[in-house]
């Protein structure tokens, strides 16, 4: 079956950074696409980040733009994200999902940032 | 900017009712939508895409309808575990993903 498992939240200070990363199994991760989302706590989903299978082409939320960086390691099946500059706001918790064709079919169960000093 | 508005913020209703629950682009998203349910200190799961497909494993009392700029999400019969939070999602607008704010489904 399809698991998705995030790492690597925790508390930093306001403009600091962290690296997530999600580990993939259950399906041939080389072969999807991959998203971030995250959720403000008590608040609804925001679309953060997406990558193509092969890593050839990412796309960002605007309120992430040039601070946030999505990558993957298909030899490790593994997706990441580099978080840059962050910020109050960016206090969420972070999923990662997989893609079927621009919606998320299967989620992880997310790791929380907190961007507090 | 596509904007979702789901309608109503909370919906109360008892086990065995039936659930409508509404959701409103600011453009036309074709049938470019999705419906999640989301239970608390879980992940979102998806239960319908493209409108009006249910995703594997979903019960067949979920069904969504709708084109263009109005979509509906009903669960004939309400179960206790269907007591959750609903997102409607759109991919028209691609490389950027929206959701809707969420409707609340509550017990009554």
């Known amino acids: 079956q399809v698991q998705l498992v995030e790492s690597g939240g925790g508390v930093v200070q306001p403009g600091g950074s962290l690296r997530l990363s999600c580990a993939a199994s259950?399906?041939?991760?080389?072969?999807?696409?991959m998203h971030w989302v995250r959720q403000a706590p008590g608040k609804g989903l925001e679309w953060v980040a997406f990558i193509r299978y092969d890593g050839s082409n990412k796309y960002y939320a605007d309120s992430v733009k040039g601070r946030f960086t999505i990558s993957r390691d298909n030899s490790k099946n593994t997706l990441y994200l580099q978080m840059n500059s962050l910020r109050a706001e960016d206090t969420a918790v972070y999923y990662c999902?997989?893609?079927?064709?621009?919606?998320?079919?299967?989620w992880g169960q997310g790791t929380l940032v907190t961007v507090s000093s | 900017e596509i904007v979702l508005t789901q309608s109503p913020a909370t919906l109360s209703l008892s086990p065995g009712e039936r659930a409508t629950l509404s959701c409103r682009a600011s453009?036309?998203?074709?049938?470019?939508l999705a419906w999640y349910q989301q239970k608390p200190g879980q992940a979102p799961r998806l239960l319908i895409y493209d409108a009006s497909n249910r995703a594997t494993g979903i019960p067949a009392r979920f069904s969504g309808s709708g084109s263009g700029t109005d979509f509906t999400l009903t669960i004939s019969s309400l179960e206790p575990e269907d007591f959750a939070v609903y997102y409607c999602?759109?991919?028209?607008?691609?490389?950027?993903?929206?959701f809707g704010q969420g409707t609340r489904l509550e017990i009554k």
């Open positions: 999602q759109q991919r028209s607008n691609w490389p950027l993903i929206t």
């Open positions: 999902a997989k893609d079927k064709s621009r919606d998320l079919d299967y």
């Open positions: 259950g399906f041939t991760f080389s072969s999807y696409g």
């Open positions: 453009q036309s998203v074709s049938s470019y």
